[in-house]
């Protein structure tokens, strides 16, 4: 689904918002005699229980096709298996897509649909359209890169998402274990297929592919030392089940037998296979070098913002908010006393140690320590903002060593529905100076409450919505939360230290900043250092944040240009809405409404929003 832009004066107007393109209210591809608000005729109720049945059965054959996504679903259905990763099963995967789109406009009439399967039916046609977009670049994506390269992604699924709660289990492990070096087997023909297609990440990017798969291999049973952090997770897991000695004993050994004949080797192959890609690797860092790279990038900022925003207008959209987000940070800076420029109050809050941790391990638990407080603190002021608040726990959590280096600097991961494992916010503390405490408020209710873990918990607790809408990921809708939550816990009355309302801001310059990097990268064809520089010349961030999130926005084009894009028109919809209703605006509703619906294309976030606005004055 694609967001027409309004380019007029008057829907850029919006008081106390940024210039930011408006987006449309009607779904470009809703049936030809749809109602975006309302029914064409009266509900059917038993052709709308057809519809959510016909929804949910396309739902569980893709969920049957995935063995990974049954166990993030806590599923233990085909548990000693991996997804399949070949060209022939994406082929078939999509052809099912196709043909469950076309049984949908075949089969329902959309007019006696009730309202919310109406909604449904326009987000599975946004995320069918999505996916055709999408297909013609199926093999332009990296297998093998330091964000989302499958050899940290394969140990890290098994170390958080599976679950051994009895032998079963722990045999299943060890058979995914087992699995791996056919797995990568697949997964590096098809990194060679790609390279002879012209698609191979930047050389920069084979070191730390390179070091990954090192770290996954060292330590027992590989070689002497600590257990490699496979083996430790496996013989954690097995240990509390409480089985007699012999028989974890021999649970440990099939271990330590596959680790040893499956994945050493598939490491080891795959190690040498990026070396000698290393060597012939291209220095160029955007993806205009690749194959209809300009139209790829094109699709790749539809797909994640859900616009048809161009990269040019997303650049302009950049430099704007930085330009605003400076002025207010400057205002900070004579709020505190200091005296000089901007760009010289960043470099002192950047230089003073008190704003660090020790790069110690002291250092690092009170980073997670704090992160918890101030989440405790806003989690108790919840239900002043929210009607629906999650039933699922979130811990904090330190990115694990094998696989820090190259992380990004946070994350969150969604809990299990049956309760079985929390949500949980990562933070990545390899280094201790890329994560300062004036950050620390803002980046806590990002990842953690009330941005992704409400967002995410609620919308996978939700009843009488069909799942594939629970779990439907709209990075703008997902992302631009994440950030809006931010200034919402201004509003809530937190960042009390004028530096954590500095790095608020500071974090919502990031991305503004990464507007500007990501299409500088990707479409005005900046290298890597020139944007790194940018980074540097107009945010308060380490050396280290910055080349580690210009190196991310390369390797995953496009995703960055959703957060800021999606907070504003969430914001934007929250103020139109209460210059309509005045005193009848109630934020807790609000929440309820943009939350309510699962993660949609931002139109249809906007629809929901005005739907309630109706309702309410109807009412009044």
Known sequence: MRLHLLRSAAALALAGLAAAPALAQQPANAPANASANAPATAPDQSETARFNAFLEQVWQAEVEASPQRQTMLG???????????????????????????????????????????????????????????????????????????QQSRLPAFLINMHRIDNVSDAESYIARLNGIRPLMDTLMAETVKREKMGVMPPKWVFPYVISDAKNVISGAPFTEGEDTA???????????????????QALIAKAEAALAGSVKPAYEALISLMEQQHARAPVEDGIWRLPD?????????????????????????????????????????????????????????????????????EGREAYIRDSVAFIDQIRAKLPEYFGMLPKADMIVKRVEPFREKSAGKAFYQSPAPDGSRPGIYYANLYDMKDMPRFQLEALAYHEGIPGHHMQRAISGELKDIPNFRKYGRFTAYTEGWGLYTELLAKEMGFYTDPYSD?????????????????????????TREQAIQY??????????????????????PGQATAYLIGKTEILRVREEAKAELGNRFDIRTFHDVVLGSGPVPLSIMRENVENWVKQVKAQS
């Open 75 to 149: 599923l233990k259905k085909d548990y000693d298996k991996w997804n399949d990763p070949s060209e022939a099963r994406r082929i078939e995967d999509f052809a099912r897509g196709l043909k469950a789109l076309a049984t949908l406009r075949e089969t329902f009439d959309y007019a006696s649909l009730s309202p919310d399967a109406q909604l449904s039916w326009r987000v599975f046609e946004s995320v069918a359209q999505s996916d055709e977009a999408a297909f013609a670049y199926r093999n332009h994506g990296y297998i093998f890169d330091q964000m989302n390269g």
């Open 230 to 248: 496979l083996l430790a997770d496996f013989r954690a897991k097995v240990k509390k089940l409480k089985l007699a000695a012999n028989e974890e």
């Open 293 to 361: 790279g300009d139209k790829y990038y094109a699709e790749r900022l539809a797909y994640y913002t859900t616009t048809d925003m161009t990269a040019d207008e997303i650049h302009a959209f950049g430099l704007a908010e930085m330009a605003r987000l400076h002025k207010e940070m400057e205002a900070i800076a004579r709020k505190v006393g200091f005296k000089g420029s901007l760009k010289e109050f960043m470099q002192a809050v950047q230089n003073d140690p008190n704003q660090f941790y020790p790069n110690t391990d």
């Open 502 to 526: 500095f790095g608020r801001l500071a974090q919502e310059l990031w991305r503004a900043a990464r507007l500007v990097v990501d299409t500088g990268l990707h479409h005005k064809r900046w």
């Open 535 to 556: 980074l540097l010349d107009n945010t308060p961030n380490s050396e280290g944040e910055a080349r580690k999130a210009i190196e991310r926005y390369i390797v995953y």
